[in-house]
């Protein structure tokens, strides 16, 4: 295949990519403030879908550059692309977390993944150091020699960090996938507790006296989602494969434009398909989000039936997250 033709194929498709995660970015920002639950959700949601669409854009980018590129705009595209890439990534992978504390209501989940992110974010931190994008001049088949960006590490300890990398997130996705599996089984969700709010009333007889009566509000978490279960654990799972499908190959931390440099014809397909998961994972965090109001509230007292609903506003965002 000719290198023009696969350029314009790349093109479109990561063109494709930025306007499908445009509008769910939109999607997101319209979800945060059209509801009063799930804020950390919404927030993560849109960091996530905000970091897919700059990865997007700025691969774009690296078709776009003109053949004598200097290093500076070399350096521009690759720091920016390393910032949206792991910006993406991080809260992925901290939106599924924060899904199943959400569902297993479990402080040991919640720990787990702040460990989590620490972890993988301290192995982020000599990508930036040790990265060197660079201008390299590139001599293709039946053309004039260019400019081509290209980014260089300068320590090998970015290429010793890559396994222990990848060993840290898959084993993170599949305690994901066997968590959200044993919740499905045992459907530990059921938990009632005492809402921090209560009500007072005063009334007064006859005789001048007045009683007080204080109405007791419960609060008992709603039963799992079925599908809400399903499609974090699919989520995860695509997540994992993608990250298996690439171990001991090109690092995931590459623009398309790099990969196709060196991919062989072969190859192109296996980088084009590359595209479709973070479209996929898009979807899903911003259509399949089938969360409703966490904490259902019950009034205990036979009087005042109808203060438990007034209380619902105050309570539900401290319970609820």
């Not at 504390?101 to 993988?120: A, C, H, N, P, V």
């Not at 699919?234 to 994992?240: N, S, Y």
């Not at 089938?290 to 209380?311: D, M, P, R």
């Amino acid at each position: 295949m000719e290198i023009i033709v696969q350029n314009y194929l790349m093109v479109f498709l990561l063109g494709l990519g930025a306007m499908v995660t445009f509008q769910h970015t939109y999607l997101s920002i319209k979800k945060y403030f059209r509801r009063n639950y799930g804020k950390t959700s919404d927030i993560l949601r849109f960091i996530c879908n905000y970091g897919n669409l700059c990865r997007f854009l700025i691969s774009i980018g690296y078709f776009l550059t003109p053949s004598d590129v200097t290093s500076t705009s070399c350096k521009t595209l690759g720091y920016l692309y390393l910032i949206s890439y792991h910006l993406f990534r991080l809260s992925l992978f901290a939106f599924m977390l924060w899904t199943l504390y959400r569902m297993s209501y479990e402080r040991k989940d919640l720990w787990i993944g702040i460990t989590f992110l620490l972890i993988r974010t301290s192995l982020i931190i000599p990508t930036f150091i040790f990265v060197q994008p660079v201008s390299i001049l590139m001599n293709f088949p039946n053309q004039v020699p260019t400019n081509q960006c290209e980014m260089l590490f300068t320590h090998k300890i970015i290429v010793e960090l890559e396994l222990p990398k990848n060993i840290l997130e898959n084993t993170m996705l599949i305690h994901v996938i066997i968590k959200l599996i044993y919740l499905k089984l045992k459907k530990n969700r059921n938990i009632t507790m005492e809402a921090p709010t209560t009500c007072e009333t005063k009334t007064t007889n006859n005789a001048g006296t007045s009683t007080t009566s204080t109405t007791n509000i419960l609060s008992a978490r709603r039963p799992l989602n079925s599908s809400m279960v399903y499609w974090t654990a699919i989520l995860a799972a695509t997540v994992l494969l993608l990250n298996l499908s690439l171990i001991n190959k090109e690092s995931l931390d590459k623009p398309e434009k790099m990969l196709l440099m060196k991919a062989k014809n072969a190859n192109i397909i296996r980088v084009a398909l590359n595209i479709f998961p973070y479209l996929f994972v898009s979807c899903v965090i911003t259509y399949f989000d089938n969360e409703k109001k966490n904490v259902i509230f019950y009034n205990c007292s036979k009087q005042n039936a109808s203060i438990g609903s007034g209380i619902l506003k105050n309570s539900s965002n401290q319970l609820d997250g």
